[in-house]
């Protein structure tokens, strides 16, 4: 575990009887604590901590540790946060004052309002070593990232709610916050304080990705029409399909003519075939999709998530089309970041 994964949870297995709050975290090289975190009180204002996070235990850190707090004056509270504290190092820590909580759920904690001393719970099962770079390898995860990239309240929503936008199982997109957390994406804490981080890079790994391992379970089948320039006078229904790669781009910035066309649907495809007179042809210059995020509303343009046509752009070996994509980086990039 890496130490975003040992504050998380730690935070979430002493939870209850305590309650935290993640203030900062992942702080600069010349700040002293590693994080701050608050502790919500029945009674009273909340208690503020400086965390040092250990990946490893021994009783001479433990010993340093316990100097360093009591002759440092800029952090009247310290809190030592490590995956697992043994009953003997958790008796030392009780007896010098040192407040610490651990990944199995053991805890010291003695300030103005608060005492809570638990130990004995056993360490946690060795969770199955990952980096969280398999989540941009999984289509299911995808799809979750995908959600949270172009929705901006939805980091901070229940897991169960992000499965239901994604559509994707409730295991799946737990799977996938957890990746997320592990590559540095997704900060520790309960859902009041989940947020995104480093958007932008995640932007450009999920773009990256997704016609790897997304793009090819969406069903794509070609197509040819009848007219090459049928896609000028075509008029798509929000709610049942949206424009993506060339024509997305060429309706938004007028620098294209497309000449690959790509379509994102949601209904039954036979209907869009028949009303536009496309039939079947694996060398047709109409590609058809199926839609993977939630329809908008009918008022809406039918037209993909900028994302999106910048990762169809993205995966074009053409040049022009790349070209575009680098044009609309920075306002993709921009008008989808997620606070």
Not at 216 to 221: D, I, R, V, Y
Request: some cysteine; glycine content about 6%.
């Amino acid at each position: 575990m890496n130490n975003r994964d040992i504050l998380s949870k730690a935070i979430e297995a002493t939870r209850p009887p305590l309650s935290w709050e993640v203030l900062e975290e992942a702080l600069s090289s010349s700040s002293d604590a590693d994080a701050i975190l608050a502790l919500h009180l029945k009674e009273g204002p909340a208690h503020r901590f400086a965390v040092e996070i250990k990946t490893v235990v021994r009783i001479e850190t433990l010993r340093a540790q316990i100097a360093r707090s009591s002759t440092n004056s800029r952090h009247p509270s310290w809190l030592v946060v490590v995956p697992y504290m043994s009953k003997n190092n958790a008796a030392l820590c009780q007896e010098a004052g040192l407040n610490f909580i651990d990944t199995a759920g053991n805890a010291f904690i003695d300030v103005p309002g608060c005492y809570v001393f638990i130990t004995g719970k056993q360490r946690p099962e060795q969770e199955p070593v990952g980096s969280g770079h398999e989540v941009m390898g999984s289509a299911s995860a995808l799809r979750v990232i995908f959600t949270l990239l172009t929705a901006p309240d939805m980091p901070e929503s229940p897991i169960r709610d992000i499965a239901t936008k994604a559509g994707v199982s409730l295991g799946s997109a737990a799977k996938a916050m957890e990746g997320l957390r592990r590559l540095g994406h997704l900060s520790p804490g309960d859902t009041r304080s989940r947020r995104l981080l480093a958007v932008d890079a995640l932007k450009t790994e999920w773009a990256r990705n997704y016609p790897i391992g997304l793009r090819n379970k969406l069903q794509p089948q070609r197509y040819a029409p009848q007219n090459v320039q049928w896609w000028k006078d075509a008029k798509l229904q929000p709610e049942e399909a949206a424009w993506g790669g060339e024509v997305g781009a060429a309706l938004k910035t007028s620098y294209l003519q497309p000449e690959q066309i790509t379509i994102y649907c949601w209904k039954d495809r036979g209907k869009l075939l028949m009303q536009h007179r496309l039939r079947p042809d694996p060398n047709g210059s109409v590609e058809i999709l199926d839609a993977f995020w939630v329809p908008p509303s009918s008022s809406a343009e039918p037209i993909a998530p900028l994302l999106l046509i910048y990762a169809d752009l993205m995966t074009s070996l053409d040049g022009r089309n790349r070209e575009v994509a680098s044009m609309l980086r920075k306002e993709i990039f921009d008008a989808e970041a997620t606070p």
